[in-house]
């Protein structure tokens, strides 16, 4: 009987080492593939920002000098801001890029497909932040979100309805210039509505 109670004790404990051998076991291999994870992860972002980087390196060169030269920039104007109408794009290619590779090759910032725009800064220095407007239960505009930044680049932006409110705002900011135009399309006419910078805006819109 002694030896009997001897045995059921020594398998008990046994049981329990191997038990708590395969909870660590298991444990290590959760926190390592976790830990692995975790690097991947980091990585594939450390990745993007440099692809982002080198893309938007290798765009300022493509249009450095070429796209930029077929505006006809007058006084303060800064910036050009073209409204697309659907059907309309053979005409932006022909009259502002040498290529239809070049339009082609557009950075395109997406936060719909009903409406297009397009940016083109006239310095290649200068810095331009598409942020995403929302509004509020009271009926105010305030910036949800940060869609793209680009440096000296051309930009193609897709959009939703801006007629009765902006969807989309450009930050333009190049030395001492700074400001932020809605993208917005006036419901009278059909025409892009620049406000208090339609000084510093050239319209390349074809209406």
Excluded at 20 to 41: A, H, L, P, R, V
Excluded at 91 to 105: A, D, L, M, P, V
Aim: hydrophobic share 35%; aromatic share 12%.
């Amino acid at each position: 009987m002694k030896k009997t109670f001897i045995t059921i004790i020594t398998t008990a404990v046994v049981t329990l080492l191997i038990i708590i051998g395969i909870y660590f076991c298991y444990t290590k291999i959760i926190n390592k593939n976790d830990n692995t994870n975790s690097i991947i992860e980091k990585n594939n972002l450390k990745n993007n920002e440099s692809q982002t980087d080198d893309n938007t390196n290798m765009l300022t060169e493509n249009f450095k000098y070429k796209v930029l030269s077929k505006i006809n920039f007058e006084n303060d104007e800064c910036i050009a801001i073209g409204y697309i109408e659907k059907g309309k794009e053979e005409q932006i290619k022909e009259k502002y890029f040498n290529t239809n590779n070049e339009y082609e090759s557009l950075t395109t910032v997406f936060e719909g497909d009903e409406y297009q725009f397009i940016v083109i800064p006239q310095k290649t220095d200068a810095t331009l932040k598409i942020w995403k407007y929302n509004i509020s239960e009271d009926g105010e505009l305030f910036f949800d979100k940060l869609l793209a930044k680009a440096k000296g680049i051309p930009l193609l932006i897709e959009t939703q309805c801006t007629e009765v409110f902006p969807r989309v705002g450009i930050e333009y900011e190049n030395c001492d210039t700074k400001f932020i135009v809605p993208l917005m399309i006036s419901g009278m006419d059909g025409k892009l509505i620049f406000s208090d910078y339609k000084h510093l805006i050239k319209d390349i819109s074809i209406y």
